[in-house]
């Protein structure tokens, strides 16, 4: 049986369903965007690192600079990993309704 196959479900468990399907790709896609701004944060936390020992004249800006880099992905990596459990909940919330839809589905019982 597909699950293009409306005519099977009732209309409110087919909604369910297919809304929990988009939340887990949408959570999927933002623990994606949270591991690329972890990684880009601690790039930029490494570069102020390399800057300041090079410039002397500025290290007090650039240790700074490097702490807010360094916070910011682990912010972004935070919420990287939140994201994700976010979407294995959905991801179970939405075999359940799958499971909820099939139990609904009219049954054709061969009796002749």
């Given at each position: 049986m597909s699950l293009t196959s409306h005519t099977q479900y009732?209309?409110?468990h087919i909604i369910h369903f297919?809304?929990?399907m988009a939340d887990e790709r949408k959570h999927k896609h933002h623990a994606h965007l949270g591991?690329?701004?972890a990684a880009a944060a601690g790039g930029y936390a490494l570069h102020e690192k390399h800057e300041k020992k090079k410039d002397r004249e500025h290290a007090h800006k650039h240790k700074?600079?490097?702490g807010i880099g360094?916070?910011?992905g682990l912010g972004a990596g935070g919420y990287g990993f939140h994201e994700h459990h976010e979407k294995?909940?959905?991801k179970?919330?939405?075999k359940e309704a799958k499971k909820e839809a099939k139990s609904h589905e009219k049954k054709h019982h061969n009796l002749f």
């Open positions: 009732p209309l409110f297919t809304t929990k591991e690329l701004g700074i600079e490097e360094a916070a910011v294995k909940e959905d179970k919330e939405a």
